[in-house]
């Protein structure tokens, strides 16, 4: 179910939101439940998507901004300007596929950095719309791997965090200005 918030999917000099990095503290704190969806998480909705389409991004979940609420904005096509965005308050993964695949990620929280990831293929969430709507949504390939990659923001889990060659891991992070021990690898 897309959404009903538009604004211009064009970059800004200067986005509403600031991002957050690799090594801040803000990326690794849980997010809070949302309890009321209102204007004014209406108007957070509106400048997340702000700043995610000025850094050429295709979703952004509220800790990168330093927001710890769980609300994610998520669009696969910013060059398409009839592709309105999707919303999800306080997601929740209800089922994932049992084939997994390997593909590359990137994060606005850590420019520079694409490394291999693997993750289930398909799933379905649960979540409310921006006007608390209770909704179920099934996704698949990329938008099934950016609601993941999203999610993870939400629990204090960066997409580096997933990477297993710890190698390249190292090398990458390092060529752009991050630090390897930043990275708290899952088990």
Same mark, same amino acid.
């Given at each position: 179910?897309?959404?009903? /918030?538009?604004? #211009?999917?064009?970059?800004?000099?200067? *986005? $509403? +939101?600031? &991002?957050?990095?690799?090594?801040?503290?803000?990326?690794?704190?849980?997010?809070?439940?949302?309890?009321?969806?209102?204007?004014?998480?209406?108007?957070?909705?509106?400048?997340?998507?702000?700043?995610?389409?000025?850094?050429?991004?295709?979703?952004?979940?509220?800790?990168?901004?330093?927001?710890?609420?769980?609300?994610?904005? /998520?669009?696969? #096509?910013?060059?398409?300007?009839?592709? *309105? $965005? +999707?919303? &999800?308050?306080?997601?929740?993964?209800?089922?994932?596929?049992?084939?997994?695949?390997?593909?590359?990620?990137?994060?606005?929280?850590?420019?520079?950095?694409?490394?291999?990831?693997?993750?289930?293929?398909?799933?379905?969430?649960?979540?409310?719309?921006?006007?608390?709507?209770?909704?179920?949504?099934?996704?698949?390939?990329?938008?099934?791997?950016?609601?993941?990659?999203?999610?993870?923001?939400?629990?204090?889990?960066?997409?580096?965090?997933?990477?297993?060659?710890?190698?390249?891991?190292?090398?990458?992070?390092?060529?752009?200005?991050?630090?390897?021990?930043?990275?708290?690898?899952?088990?």
């Amino acid at each position: 179910m897309p959404s009903e /918030i538009a604004v #211009e999917k064009k970059k800004l000099k200067k *986005p $509403p +939101l600031e &991002l957050h990095y690799l090594g801040d503290r803000v990326l690794r704190q849980d997010a809070k439940r949302i309890n009321k969806v209102d204007d004014e998480l209406r108007q957070l909705v509106r400048e997340m998507l702000q700043t995610m389409y000025s850094s050429d991004g295709i979703g952004l979940a509220a800790p990168q901004v330093g927001i710890h609420k769980q609300l994610i904005v /998520i669009d696969c #096509e910013p060059d398409n300007p009839a592709n *309105p $965005p +999707l919303i &999800l308050i306080n997601p929740t993964i209800k089922q994932v596929s049992s084939e997994v695949c390997v593909a590359q990620e990137g994060c606005l929280s850590i420019p520079g950095v694409y490394l291999d990831v693997k993750r289930p293929e398909a799933v379905e969430v649960a979540y409310k719309d921006e006007y608390g709507r209770p909704k179920t949504l099934k996704a698949n390939d990329l938008l099934a791997r950016c609601i993941q990659h999203e999610m993870d923001h939400l629990k204090g889990v960066v997409f580096v965090d997933r990477v297993q060659n710890s190698l390249t891991l190292a090398q990458e992070l390092s060529k752009n200005g991050f630090s390897y021990q930043a990275v708290k690898p899952l088990a």
